[in-house]
């Protein structure tokens, strides 16, 4: 069982270089998110879907771009990139029965620095 | 404005003994409060979960217990375990069309052997 796959799992960019972090599922879950964790601060939510063709944006969108045509895929694009950037990204899936509760399956982790 | 705070960067305990990692909110919606534990170059797992509507779940060696006058949870693992060391992120929900996640800044668990 892959669960949740992110790729790539780290990436180094330059200010104003635009690049896509994969995120597939295999489970069939509805629910996707992508968050960003930064020291001292949690995880923060970037965008979210509830279904394909369906996006939303969390608490921290601004610079991302997301788009869901397919239940198993969730890229998160970087339009141009800024150092502010620099973070751990999180994808994120769920059922729509475990996300009432807001129980999450996370895959592990794509670490992007930007210069 | 952080909503949910975890206001212990990182937490020792000899193993056997108890831990006890503490979490404070502020949003008055929130009606469902998560922990995830987190290793090393891991994404978060969840661990356990606790309804408004309830102030204690168990399940096996973890507990957690929720104020809500107070607005504090906590969980507690009995016994602690060199495997438990790890990041502890507590989280909090409210109901909506799709329940965002609202993450505290988590505690770094050791468990000394």
Redesign the interface.
Known sequence: NAG?TQTPKFQVLKTGQSMTLQCAQDMNHE?MSW?RQDP??????IH?S?GAGIT?Q??VPNGYNVSRSTTEDFPLRLLSAAPSQTSVY?C?SSSTNR???????????SRLTVL | DQQVKQNSPSLSVQEGRISILNCDYTNSMFDYFLWYKKYPAEGPTFLISISSIKDKNEDGRFTVFLNKSAKHLSLHIVPSQPGDSAVYFCAASAAGSARQLTFGSGTQLTVLP
């Open positions: 949740v629910y968050y001292g601060m949690g995880l923060r939510l979210y509830v939303d969390g608490e999180f994120a996300i009432n509760t807001g129980e999450l399956f996370f895959g592990e982790g």
